[in-house]
Each structure stands twice: as structure tokens, then as C-alpha cells.
């Protein structure tokens, strides 16, 4: 029989996290039997002494056990706790047990207040590295207003209560100055601990311990300093009850197993709003307004307290005026980062410039490519070179870029611009835009792409569009199109013209008998001898399977018409004497001429040049007196006469 050995191991360390978790509740126990016995030893001041020290000395075991169990994620915080809570139990020897050892009462201002100020400060310290380690990116606002509401708070309470009971206290200037000192100290544990509070998610249950040992020792240290300032010696008193449940407190947050998360959950960054920055403001104000009320009363040590705490409060808000300013800073300089990687990652080239001088304030690295050069290297756009007009050797003129009529506050855009790049051209759609201050051109925004591919990408779907794919002749759309404009423009010039229906003879006959690869050949042997047999301004096109039209411009007679058939007539021939193709190539055509006189729709003369071919078909049916090519022409009055 086997066993698996790794679900024994996680089985067993499972088991020891458990363990592990009911620690804390171990601690609870053993601090509550140290309670039962401090109070079952009243009257006993040594005893008490030493199970005060102990269960001080306990915290300090139960923080070191916690780092050494849970392992935190910043135990440098936890340590700090542990050596603030021995300085606390190196206190409470000095203190309490010497004194009860001696056989007298503490006394108050203690011998061990340096000892006692020194755990403050460490205690203070590692709630601090604790939230520092929960804020995001180290933000340090949300703390910063605590404090100056924190010390606003504790500054009225000291004048309003604490100050009023020193007035009547027979202790020294200084027992009074500490027994305001304390409190003001735990409150600001107790904002410390709290404010970890907030937003800890899971790890509540270590932090929310935090909270309750800064509230006990808050509470214990104020009874204790009101018993001294009316003079009331209480050893063992509730005050006493107070410290030692910050002792357990504080133990049970270390020894819970949610303190490895403490510093995990991170907090957002804290935001001011005009709310908060009024109500800091009226915090900062609330102690010089209380020294000068002090001050006015005739008070003595009102100013003294006041003036350290006005001191801190300046610094506080001079902390969070550099933590906004910073902030602010900070935003901007991330907002200006991110426009620049949007214009850097946009596919087009751009160019900010000053409207006054026209030197550069921004070029993306987009431009650079495009133009072959750093255009923020040149002063001026006038300057910009290797920009040339549109499919001239004519270089751009510079009051046509669209920056300089950008300057005048009007939005430019032309297409007609090239620029010679790695021996080529390349053609740009360049827009400026003007950016205004109020009505005043500041900056000039000039925005150009490489338009290269997406032309020649537009000529070549023109070319699927209007260009038969076998031939390589005007295809019936194509035919039409460029027939029309030729036709208007002879219109308006006065030019004649004539209009040729071919059809290519046997087709059918020819893809029948010997394929459709010989009858495409047929095709392509067609249109380059009508190619070769007109002129620059003629139009050809294939209309059909196996017809064709032309539109001569420049032809308007009956012998313009018969020397293109007798060109075409020995090509023709010429062709057939020499090609290796099987078949004999033969050509039937119909001409109409163009009326100068009336409209010309070229449908209609492609209707009458195609009546005219077959009349031609007809009239000379088995005849081949005129050789390879038949033709008949349509006179303008549509009579129709045959070649001679």
C-alpha cells in the first residue's frame, strides 16, 4: 500500500498553519490570566510591579514570535514595534518595579521619561513604515492631513481641558508639559493606527488590534496625567488596567495571521479636493489663533505647548503644499508623456510650430521618417528641403505650404506636394491647422502622411475597374468613360470625329476548333494592331466578347477613315503571313461619324457604328475582295456607302 508523500506534506503544513493561526488566541489567554493575577495582587506593590513589567515584556515576546511565525511582508515595521514596546518594559522597570522594590509610590515627572519618549518615537515610527509601505507610490497626502487635523484637534483639547486642570496643579512647569505631552503623543498614535485601518481589506484583523492598544494607551495615559495633575497617587489604578490591555492589543497584532498582509493591499494615491484643502487650511489657522488667545489670557505654558505644536503645523502644511505642488508637477509632466506616445504611435507625421517665428516646438519621430530628415532641425518651414510639386522638377513654393496660410488662421490642406526620399519620390497630404490663445495664432499644427501606397493603390483598383484584364484595352466602362470626356472636349474644341465598331470574325469558331487559348490570342493579336493604329488623344476599348470600339478625335473624313483601314488592312495581313497561330485573323468595321452639329451621346454612336457593321457582314458575306478587314461606313445623313 502506498501513500503520496506530497499530499502528506501539505496536509502536515496545513496543520501548522493552523497552529499557527490560534496562537493569538493562546495570548489572549495568558495576558487575561496576567490581568486576573495583576488585580488579584492588589495591595501588593511589588508583586503588581512585576506582573505589570511582564506582561509589558510579554508584548514583546508575542511581537518577535509574530514576525518569526507569519514572516510580514515589512517586518522592519514589526521590529520597530518590538523595540518601542521593550523600551516601554525597560521604562516600566525603572519606573514602577524600582519604586515598588523601594517601598515608595512612582513618582511623576519619572526618571524614566527618556526611556518612555524613546518608545513613542519607535512605536510612532513603525506605524509610520507601515503606512508607507500601503501607499501607492509612496504618497504620503492622506497621512500629512491627518496630522494637521490630528495636532489642530489635540491643540483645542489641550487648551479647552488639559490646560484649564494644569492651571490649578501644584507640578512643576515641566511635570505639566509631559502630562500634556503624552496624550497628545497617544492621539497621534491613535490617528496613526487608525488610519491603517482604513482600507485594509482582509488585514483588518491585525490592524484593527493596531487601533484598539493606540486607543487603550490614549485612554490610560490621559486618566493618569488628570490623576497627577490633581495631585491623586493611584498605583494600580484603572489607569494601570488600561496600559496592561494595551499590552495584550498589541501582542494579538502581531500574532495574527492577517499581519503577513498588512502592507500587501496597497491604498490608492489620496487626491485633494477644494473640501479638504479649505478644511487644512482652516486647521493651520486654529493654533496661532489659540497662542495669541493664550497669549492674550496671560497664560505661561498654553504658549510654550501651542508655539512647538504651531511649529509642527507649519511644517506639516509646508510638507502638503510641496506634496500638491509635486503632485501637480508630477501630473502634468505624465499627461505630457502620454499625449507624446499617442503622437508617436499615430501614423502621421507631426510638426508644431511656434506662429511668430515658425521654429519648431514639437516633432514626433513619425515626421522624420517620412521626410527623410529631422524637420526639427529646420528653423522655418519655408526652409524644408527636397519638397517638390507634384510630378514637377519644380521645387514647393513656400507661400503655398499650408503652415504659412495656417498662420494667417485658416485651416490648409493640399495633396499636390512630393518629396524626394532615398532617390524616390513620394507623394504627402499634408493639413495645418492653427492653434489659438484666445483670437491670436500661438502655434501652427502641420499634419502630413505618406500617401504613396494608397495612390498607387487607387490607380491600380481604377485600373481592375476600367481596364480589361486580357487585352489590356479600355473595358466597356472604362471605354464609356474616357469616350465621353474626349467627346466634350471635341465639342468644345470643333474637332471631327468618327467612331470604329470591330468585330473579330470566327470567334466562335475559333475557340471551337482550336480552344479558347487560341481564341484569347485572337483577342490580344486584336487589340495591339488597333493599338498600333491609332493616335494619343484616339480611344480604344473592348465592348464585348469579341467586339471592339474606337473614337478617332482628329479623323472627320471619308479618306481618314479609309487610310486607318488600309493601315489596319496590311498589319492585318502582315500578321497573318507571319503568325504561327492555325487561324486566319479577319475584321469586320463599322464607322459612324461625329455630328458637329448636334449632341453626340456615345451610346447612340456606338448603336450606329454597330448597325453599320452589320450591314457591313451582310453586304460582303463571303466576299474578301477587300481583304482581312471588311469596313462600311455610316455617313452623317446614315446612308450607308461602301469603301470602293
Not at 491627518?146 to 489642530?152: S, Y
Not at 492598544?213 to 488600561?242: C, E, I, S
Not at 522638377?393 to 493640399?414: I, T
Request: charged letters at 20%.
Amino acid at each position: 500500500m502506498f501513500t503520496d508523500a506530497s499530499s502528506g506534506t501539505a496536509a502536515g503544513e496545513d496543520s501548522r498553519l493552523r497552529e499557527r493561526g490560534k496562537v493569538w488566541i493562546w495570548y489572549v489567554g495568558v495576558s487575561l490570566a496576567l490581568l486576573a493575577a495583576y488585580a488579584a495582587t492588589a495591595g501588593h506593590g511589588l508583586a503588581q510591579a512585576i506582573i505589570f513589567t511582564g506582561s509589558s515584556l510579554a508584548a514583546v515576546v508575542a511581537i518577535l514570535a509574530g514576525i518569526h511565525l507569519n514572516r510580514p511582508t515589512s517586518p522592519g515595521a514589526w521590529y520597530l514595534l518590538a523595540a518601542g514596546q521593550a523600551a516601554y518594559a525597560v521604562g516600566n522597570v525603572c519606573w514602577y518595579v524600582v519604586a515598588a522594590a523601594q517601598g515608595r509610590p512612582t513618582a511623576f515627572p519619572s526618571p524614566a521619561m527618556e526611556v518612555y519618549l524613546a518608545s513613542y518615537v519607535l512605536n510612532g515610527l513603525a506605524l509610520l513604515l507601515l503606512i508607507r509601505a500601503r501607499r501607492a507610490g509612496g504618497d504620503w497626502s492622506a497621512l500629512l492631513d491627518a496630522l494637521i487635523v490630528t495636532i489642530a484637534f489635540t491643540s483645542a483639547y489641550f487648551v479647552l481641558v488639559v490646560a484649564q486642570l494644569l492651571a490649578t496643579s501644584e507640578l512643576s512647569l515641566f511635570g505639566q508639559l509631559l502630562a500634556g505631552v503624552y496624550p497628545f503623543l497617544d492621539m497621534i498614535f491613535l490617528m496613526l493606527a487608525t488610519r491603517l485601518f482604513f482600507g485594509a481589506g482582509s488585514s483588518r484583523h491585525a490592524l484593527a488590534p493596531l487601533a484598539a492598544w493606540a486607543a487603550a494607551l490614549l485612554m490610560a495615559d490621559l486618566v493618569y496625567g488628570l490623576q497627577q495633575v490633581r495631585g491623586v497617587d493611584d498605583d494600580g489604578g484603572w489607569p494601570f488596567y488600561g496600559y496592561l490591555v494595551s499590552f495584550l492589543f498589541v501582542g494579538v497584532a502581531a500574532l495574527h495571521p492577517a499581519m503577513r498582509d498588512v502592507t500587501s493591499q496597497r491604498e490608492g494615491a489620496s487626491t485633494a479636493g477644494r473640501a479638504r484643502l479649505v478644511t487644512l487650511g482652516l486647521c493651520g489657522l486654529a493654533v496661532p489663533a489659540l497662542v495669541v488667545d493664550s497669549v492674550r489670557h496671560g497664560q505661561q505654558l498654553e504658549p510654550i505647548v501651542l508655539a512647538c505644536a504651531s511649529a509642527i503645523m507649519f511644517v506639516l502644511l509646508m510638507l502638503r503644499v510641496g506634496d500638491l505642488l509635486t503632485k501637480i508637477v508630477t501630473a502634468a509632466r505624465r499627461e505630457r508623456d502620454r499625449l507624446q506616445q499617442f503622437l508617436e504611435a499615430i501614423p502621421i507625421g507631426v510638426d508644431v510650430r511656434d506662429a511668430d517665428t515658425g521654429r519648431p516646438v514639437y516633432v514626433n519621430q513619425v515626421a522624420g521618417r517620412i521626410l527623410g530628415y529631422d524637420p526639427g532641425l529646420v528653423q522655418s518651414p519655408a526652409q524644408l528641403p527636397h519638397l517638390y510639386t507634384g510630378g514637377t522638377a519644380e521645387p514647393y513654393p513656400p507661400d503655398r505650404l499650408p503652415a504659412a496660410q495656417a498662420r494667417q488662421g485658416h485651416v490648409a490642406a493640399v495633396e499636390d506636394m512630393e518629396v524626394e526620399r532615398d532617390a524616390q519620390r513620394r507623394q504627402l497630404r499634408v493639413v495645418a491647422t492653427p492653434i489659438r490663445d484666445g483670437r491670436q495664432v500661438s502655434y501652427v499644427l502641420t499634419a502630413f502622411s505618406d500617401i504613396t501606397d494608397q495612390r498607387r493603390m487607387a490607380e491600380e483598383l481604377r485600373q481592375l475597374a476600367v481596364i480589361d484584364e486580357l487585352t489590356g484595352v479600355n473595358n466597356r466602362r472604362g471605354f464609356l468613360l474616357a469616350a465621353r470626356r474626349e467627346l466634350a472636349l471635341a465639342q468644345q474644341a470643333q474637332r471631327p470625329g468618327v467612331l470604329l465598331f470591330v468585330d473579330v470574325d470566327g470567334l466562335k469558331r475559333i475557340n471551337d476548333t482550336y480552344g479558347h487559348g487560341v481564341g484569347d490570342h485572337a483577342l490580344e493579336s486584336t487589340s495591339q494592331l488597333l493599338r498600333a493604329n491609332i493616335r494619343r488623344r484616339d480611344v480604344l476599348g473592348r465592348i464585348g466578347g469579341d467586339e471592339f470600339c474606337l473614337l478617332l478625335t482628329e479623323a472627320g473624313r471619308d479618306s481618314d477613315v479609309d487610310l486607318w483601314a488600309g493601315r489596319l488592312r496590311e498589319q492585318v495581313t502582315r500578321h497573318n503571313e507571319t503568325s504561327r497561330q492555325p487561324y486566319r485573323l479577319a475584321l469586320t468595321v463599322g464607322a459612324t461619324f461625329v455630328d458637329q452639329d448636334a449632341p453626340n451621346a456615345i451610346e447612340d454612336l456606338i448603336a450606329r457604328a454597330d448597325a453599320a457593321m452589320y450591314q457591313a457582314r451582310e453586304r460582303y458575306n463571303g466576299q474578301d475582295f477587300q481583304g482581312p478587314v471588311r469596313i462600311l461606313r455610316l455617313t452623317q445623313d446614315t446612308r450607308p456607302t461602301g469603301a470602293p
